[in-house]
């Protein structure tokens, strides 16, 4: 079976990375559904937060300027606000869905008016429609707050929660019990793949769909404790987090670091002269050879 004929696709986690595996999957449509982290306090995001108390807005407005076919559109998104401005530091898109928020019933109607007016056929879903905060505990005894903390300590943490626990957006637990393939990644581990998954409904719906699941690992070692892991030790950690391992297939241009029994698919090209970006087309092939190699293997038992 090839991509292009599956039903259903989900991909989970944030940052650029989750647009730009979007925007390699845009050919689905509304087949596609992106679940985003919305944990983020740094930045234009963090400002928001800080002043309304929302979930992160930047994740999902980064997804949707990627998605978007008009140029003009993907810019104004984008669009922050200098040191001339009262808005210093705030980001246009950021506001715009805030206020689309404001005057919805809940942010998902927001995002699917937005997503309507820049003809985004694909489905952007915040992992919660409650703000939640990452926590972090460390080896030295005490919690780390908020994502740019997290991405800031100088080792992995012992553990890692949300503060407070949040629901899952019902329509993201609907998805991923009805689809045929679930994507992780790629992006930052502790604050982009991670916090989807620290959303016990999320984790569990994940455990009990048939879907086989992909985890896309980074073409560079990132800037966070995170960078410092193996593909073994980053695949350990995540199942000591969850208590399951819901990996079947890695895609990874290190399978050096890694000695476990999953298939490795390698070869991914990066887009030119950004190194830790996936070039579309190369990435697009690589999910290709997974399905094929997805297709001879049985679901394995949770």
Request: with cysteine; proline share 6%; charged share 20%.
């Amino acid at each position: 079976m090839h991509i292009q004929q599956l039903r259903k696709v989900t991909a989970i986690g944030g940052g650029h990375g989750l647009g730009r595996l979007m925007s390699t999957l845009s050919f689905l449509r509304h087949r596609l559904i992106g679940v985003v982290a919305t944990t983020d306090n740094g930045g234009a995001t963090g400002l928001l937060r800080q002043a309304h108390k929302c979930i992160a807005w930047g994740d999902i407005r980064n997804c949707l300027s990627q998605l978007s076919n008009q140029p003009l559109a993907a810019e104004v998104l984008s669009y922050r606000f200098n040191s001339d401005s009262s808005l210093h530091g705030h980001n246009f898109g950021n506001l715009l869905l805030y206020t689309l928020d404001e005057l919805s019933a809940r942010p998902l109607d927001g995002i699917q008016l937005l997503s309507r007016l820049l003809k985004v056929d694909c489905r952007v879903l915040p992992m919660s429609e409650a703000p939640t905060d990452l926590i972090a505990a460390t080896n030295e005894q005490f919690d780390c707050h908020g994502e740019i903390s997290v991405d800031d300590l100088p080792r992995m943490p012992t553990r890692l929660q949300l503060s407070p626990q949040v629901k899952a957006t019902p329509e993201v637990l609907r998805h991923i019990l009805h689809s045929d393939l679930i994507i992780i990644g790629p992006g930052s581990f502790l604050t982009s793949v991670m916090p989807p998954l620290l959303v016990g409904e999320i984790t569990r719906a994940i455990a009990e769909t048939p879907a086989k699941v992909i985890f896309i690992d980074n073409l560079l070692a990132e800037y966070s404790p995170a960078g410092q892991l193996s593909l073994d030790d980053k695949l350990q950690w995540m199942s000591n987090q969850l208590g399951l391992n819901p990996v079947d297939l890695i895609i990874s241009n290190k399978p050096q670091g890694y000695h476990g029994t999953l298939p490795v698919i390698t070869g991914v090209e990066a887009e030119p002269g950004m190194p830790h970006r996936h070039q579309p087309d190369s990435l697009l092939q690589a999910l290709e050879k997974a399905l094929a190699q997805l297709s001879k293997l049985k679901r394995t038992a949770v």
